[in-house]
């Protein structure tokens, strides 16, 4: 059996998208499958727009996924540079071959000219495609157009007939040569242009399996073309289908966060990203579907991978999202949670402490930064009441009766045993009820809303354990007219 090897090569031109991760993530699950490498090559040819700020980007994000490289800039590996920027010399050599082979040419055609002729393919109504007017040029006249100071670009020359090849994803695609035009592998100013690099870099780099985005289809035909004329074996393809929109249109910003690390910081678990991302366009055989990255991996096979375009659904990444934070280890979950809560001065708790309002706020949230606000009444001796909460709860002639009855309950409740607490509240309820027939749950909002601001929250036991008496009394005593 040959060697599996696959790569993910994504642009250092922004933060890694939701979309290359997904990418990233079907290559990775192959070569675990196949037991194969996973390469990671960085294409920052576009020095323009490549920063080593999002070059780091890439790095955290994979890392931060679990999606980790067997080769790679960082890493090494036998069949480096592993970042194109570093390549350059690799890339005329290749073209001055194929050059010399027949299956390339130079052309002096200046900008203005291939304006002229795109201009002229508009008004005539016509695709538009280079005119080939360089393609049979002699020496003489090569050496008059350089004397004249024209640098050429290296143009390919595309064979008649047509290119076809069985996609993994998609099934049999089949290009009519006769619609691509000669295109350019080598721009004059020296650098290779995409099509042309990253053939180079896959066929030096062992590359078997090319997992990719449905938009480089296009590129397919001239890059198999280009393998062709190298005599070199064509990797096998297989092209993913876009992400969209619940809309349906591109995924884009205006929709919510798109990048790996926007996610990160509102709060979404990467184990349960993962998991969703996993979902676009692979279903796993048992219909379970919250599943670990090594559960996915034995799982996965390619040819199951849905040919059709995928919905980003972010009502269902939330719900995912929040069954992995009710199911992870408190301890694991209170470290992840600690981001959330900079605002706060967390000293104020012990760690046990910390680790019971996590657990005792965790149940209704979807993302951690839920946890911002659904934590703020167990930090600071203040209170901030939310609307009409205390017209309704605090400022009623019932309301500042049992507020007043509770705060001089207070010395003879434990603090020390959440257990007994929950005790004394229950008596408390009752006593409300025997006395004057309020429901238990009025008496507790009336309580709660003294203590948090809110009628709904944590466990009331847990809220009373966690403040301890003397905070406790200080805001009963504040909401008691």
Known sequence: MEDIRVRIAPSPSGNLHIGTARTALFNYLFAKKNNGKFVLRIEDTDLERSNAAYTQNIYDSLKALGLNWDEGPDVGGNYGPYQQSQRFDIYPKYAKKLVEMGYAYECFCTPEELEAEKEESIKNKKPHMYSGKCKNLTEAEKAKLRAEGRVPSIRFKVPQGETKYDDMVKGELKFDNSLIGDFVIMKSNGTPTYNFAVVIDDMEMKISHIIRGEDHISNTAKQIM?????????????????????????????????????????????????????????????????????????????????????????????????????????????????????????????????????????????????????????????????????????????????????????????????????????????????????????????????????????DMGVILDVLGKEKVKYRIENAIV
């Open 226 to 458: 280009i393998y062709n004329a190298l005599g070199a074996e064509v990797p096998k393809f297989g092209h993913l289908g876009m992400i969209l929109a619940p809309d349906r249109s591109k995924l884009s910003k205006r929709h919510g966060a798109t990048a790996v690390s926007e996610f990160v910081e509102k709060g979404y678990l990467t184990e349960a990203l993962l998991n969703f991302v996993a979902l676009l366009g692979w279903s796993p055989s048992d219909g379970v579907e919250i599943k670990t990255l090594e559960q996915i991996a034995s799982d996965f096979r390619i040819h199951e991978i849905s040919s059709s375009n995928s919905v980003f659904e972010y009502d269902k990444l939330n719900w995912m999202n929040g069954q992995y934070i009710k199911k992870m280890d408190i301890k694991e979950l209170t470290e992840k949670a600690k981001p959330f809560l900079t605002k706060y001065n967390l000293n104020e708790l012990t760690e046990e402490q910390l680790e019971k309002v996590i657990a005792a706020t965790r149940e209704p949230i979807t993302i951690l930064s839920d946890l911002t606000y659904d934590t703020a009444y167990f930090f600071g001796k203040d209170i901030e009441y939310e609307d009409g909460v205390k017209e309704k709860n605090i400022d009623t002639e019932q309301a500042q009766n049992i507020l007043k009855y509770f705060y001089e309950q207070l010395d003879s409740y434990d603090f020390n045993n959440e257990e007994k607490l929950h005790e004394q509240l229950a008596e408390f309820r009752t006593y409300f009820k025997e006395q004057f027939s309020i429901k238990p749950k009025e008496t507790m909002w009336t309580v709660r809303a003294a203590l948090t601001g809110r009628t709904h929250g944590a």
